[in-house]
């Protein structure tokens, strides 16, 4: 009702009251038939101008019986002026009426009164209506008392009202006891929502929410649901909170929760920011068409949140152009992460300028994400200083992977003393990167301990390099079990060095298979050299040699090849000296020369002793000579050893 409003809003000219009485009276009106059951306002069937004559005969009737002194008339004659917004004109018959002991007439003289601006009096009509037992009198009496501090007398007539079952009333309870953080409020709220009160419904479904989340998380730890469009960053500031926080412990992922079905009734009564909340709870769900309609629904009311969640609903599903036109939507109407979002589009497409511009508009909205979304523009066109401007200016505003951006800038630029306190202060805040770059900090300084100690708190975040690094070190120290654990998370977030590193370890523990029988079936892959696999699938080399070697040792040579041949062809030289074997063993020696030569020239010993032994075969004794220098030089001792004793017998040889 207007006059639960803020006092700002009173009527101050008669203009005023006269634009928004209709308004008032309707809803108290409403109030009054419903409880007080003294206003006639029932219409016969009909539309259009019938119904415009039904009314002006109701009130020609009315009219009638109030002039010869019927109270019930007189009620509801001057409750339909003060709808329509005839307050001289309802003025007298609600007074008529209110003198013979109306209750429902002081109701809403008070009502007339307090559009007129006189509220004491006002008050004293709704306290003798509220003492003859009108709910919307207490309701009206009770926001009375509390815009003016007195919030004793405020609790006392809402309760009033909200016991009798009067909907505004109990909200209001509910929204002056949750004020005063009084446990109370969640009984009220639900009686209101009960009714179909639908910010009642929205706030109760908050309380559950909160509640929930709490049960889930604990009481100190909060989400932020993030959607990152490009490598720009983007972040919810006070939107939705994260869905999975709506769902008790325990609770099937399925199931709406009671959260959920407020929520929903709170949204279908129109409440755009319900709407919203409900979205996001289906998005995660994974039933992207109903929330994509209730994002629109919200959307449409001018939630701009719902609006940007709606463009990246559209994004995902592929269609960026009309993504575009919600996010503009939405940034128009002041959304910090929808003008990111529309920056990062553009960035993608080249348009450095108009990405540039609507980061400055999430800026200037008050999102720190546009500050150091400049800074990630700045930094990929080499334009080193404006990037170091505005990582500084996103980092002071809290911004930890700004503050991380930051130090790896002044790093590079040889600043280390001045890049660890922004490593730091990123890393406090959570940046598990920035958790990372300290221990590559430390670890340059040879101070292991502390490089360590970061390792550690950045691998329990998750951080894959930093869980390979920790467990190398427990390799390094002999704690071969916390090295497995370590390097099976770093294998399992991608890894290969750490699949390389986690199948040697496995393959350390393997009995020796013996020699190979023929005819004997072969034997299922080990989980080790499953490893050694993924770590040749990603390329690294030292696992393509290792798988290439168990391949051969199953006698599957087609495979070794493979696996020899694409390390040797990445540069392995390791990998070259044994696809010569290989090939040299199936007769295709000048083949396995050439990689042979490759090996040799890259520093393989053995490769340039076979290469000798190659040249000295073919009575080439020069070549030889040349070849087994190059062994002699290159080791190991064995290696060296033989190469020495032929190049003396070839040099024999030749001087015979």
């Not at 598990?432 to 301990?449: K, T």
Request: glycine share 10%.
């Amino acid at each position: 009702m207007v006059f639960m409003g803020d006092r700002a809003t009173l009527l101050e000219t008669g203009r005023f009251v006269q634009r928004h009485a209709r308004n008032a009276a309707d809803e108290i009106i409403e109030a009054a038939k419903a409880v007080d059951a003294v206003v006639d306002t029932t219409a016969t069937t009909g539309t259009g101008d019938a119904d415009t004559e039904n009314e002006t005969e109701t009130e020609a009737r009315h009219r009638r019986a109030a002039e010869h002194g019927d109270l019930a008339s007189m009620s509801a004659l001057g409750a339909l002026l003060l709808r329509r917004g005839d307050l001289d004109g309802a003025e007298p018959y609600l007074r008529g009426a209110t003198a013979e002991g109306d209750r429902a007439a002081a109701n809403n003289l008070g009502v007339l009164l307090h559009q007129r601006g006189y509220a004491e009096e006002a008050a004293g009509w709704w306290r003798v209506a509220a003492v003859a037992g009108s709910a919307p009198a207490a309701h009206a009496l009770g926001r009375h008392h509390r815009e003016r501090g007195d919030e004793p007398a405020a609790e006392y007539w809402l309760r009033q009202a909200a016991e009798q079952g009067h909907a505004l009333g109990a909200y209001a309870l509910a929204d002056l006891l949750e004020h005063r953080s009084d446990v109370g409020a969640e009984r009220w709220l639900r009686a209101a929502a009960e009714q179909g009160h639908r910010e009642a419904a929205f706030r109760l479904a908050l309380a559950l929410e909160r509640r929930a989340t709490e049960t889930v998380r604990g009481p100190h730890d909060t989400g932020t649901r993030l959607r990152v469009p490009g490598a720009a960053a983007t972040g919810a500031d006070g939107g939705p909170a994260t869905p999975a926080a709506g769902r008790a412990a325990g609770e099937p992922a399925g199931e709406p929760t009671e959260a959920e079905q407020w929520f929903r009734q709170a949204a279908a009564r129109g409440h755009r920011r319900a709407a919203l909340h409900l979205g996001v709870i289906l998005e995660h769900r994974g039933d992207l068409k109903e929330a994509g309609r209730w994002y629109l629904s919200s959307a449409k009311e001018g939630e701009a949140k719902a609006a940007c969640a709606l463009g990246f609903l559209l994004r995902d599903a592929g269609d960026e152009e009309s993504a575009a036109v919600w996010w503009l939507r939405a940034a128009q109407d002041g959304d910090g992460n929808a003008a990111n979002a529309l920056g990062a589009l553009h960035a993608a497409r080249g348009e450095q300028q108009t990405a540039e511009r609507w980061y400055r508009a999430a800026m200037d909205a008050g999102d720190v994400n546009g500050a150091y979304n400049l800074g990630l523009l700045c930094a990929a066109q080499d334009r080193i200083p404006q990037a170091e401007q505005w990582y500084r200016r996103a980092a002071y505003a809290g911004h930890r992977e700004a503050a991380n951006a930051l130090a790896v800038l002044l790093l590079q630029a040889g600043d280390a003393n001045g890049a660890e306190p922004w490593f730091s202060k990123a890393a406090e805040a959570g940046s598990v990167d920035a958790a990372f770059n300290l221990g590559i900090l430390h670890a340059g300084r040879d101070d292991d301990r502390t490089a360590l100690a970061w390792y550690e708190r950045a691998a329990a975040a998750g951080h894959t390099e930093a869980a390979l690094q920790v467990g190398i070190a427990a390799l390094r120290d002999g704690d071969e079990r916390t090295a497995e654990r370590h390097l099976r998370c770093a294998a399992g977030g991608g890894s290969a060095e750490a699949a390389f590193r986690l199948a040697s370890v496995l393959d350390a523990r393997r009995p020796d298979p013996g020699p190979a029988v023929l005819g004997a079936s072969r034997e299922e892959k080990s989980e080790c050299e499953e490893w050694y696999e993924r770590a040749a699938q990603q390329g690294h080399r030292r696992a393509q040699v290792r798988v290439g070697m168990l391949a051969a040792g199953r006698g599957d040579l087609a495979e070794a090849d493979r696996w020899y041949r694409e390390a040797a062809e990445a540069g392995s030289r390791n990998g070259a000296f044994n696809l010569g074997l290989l090939l040299a063993r199936e007769g295709s020696e000048r083949e396995a020369a050439l990689w042979w030569t490759r090996a040799a020239r890259a520093g393989h010993g053995r490769a340039a002793l076979r290469l000798a032994l190659l040249a000295a075969r073919r009575g080439e004794l020069t070549e030889g000579r040349h070849w087994c220098a190059r062994a002699v030089e290159l080791g190991p001792a064995e290696v060296a050893e033989r190469a020495a004793r032929l190049s003396e017998a070839l040099h024999q040889e030749l001087t015979a």
